[in-house]
């Protein structure tokens, strides 16, 4: 998909006790300590907040690690792991999310997630609009977010898009071909998404307030 230079280090766990004693050794390698709350504990983890860690060892200095067992909108951990894509860095298979899964896990409320979902719904058209699988025509009729691609996916495929259109507003609106109509269409999807996540993390706001109370 599309590039971006990474800040962090964002890892999603199965949350069980051995995995959690190898990252507790992990962190110790790393000389690792944490920087915000929560403190790292199964119960904040399956509560949906992360626990972020900055690392001291000197060739990942300053490196911060981000650690999660849950997020919103996306699913559980076993069906992420049959999902997941595998790259090769180094020698070493790094498995990360698949593009459906990140594009989920990316429909939050901060402002430079929604321009990445995007890039990404585009590189995949993009790479494999010649020859799709019906799996991933039907992913892009849920998920594309640049409107000419909406309508011209609703229009090669239009069997598949009346079944889309029928939970997905914006491919029902592409099917009338109007730019302009699609786009607000996108932008209420996006909203509605937005209010879904401010919604989701405001009782953990709460609690992260709580945390912060108590350790001051």
Known sequence: GAAEFSRDLDLLILL????LGRFRKALDDLDAGPIAVPHLDAKHLLRGH??????QRADVAKLRIDLMSSLRGVSPFDQLWERRTTIEVNGEAI???GLEDLVQAKKTQRDKDWPMIRRLLEQSFLDQSESPGARLVEFWLRELRTPELLIRVVAEYPSEAGRVSAFRGAAHVAFGRDVAAVAEALFAEEAEERRKDRVYWEPLKRELEEFRRHRA
């Open 50 to 55: 992360a626990v972020h860690f900055r690392c």
């Open 95 to 97: 498995d990360m999310l």
């Open 16 to 19: 069980e006790d051995e995995n």
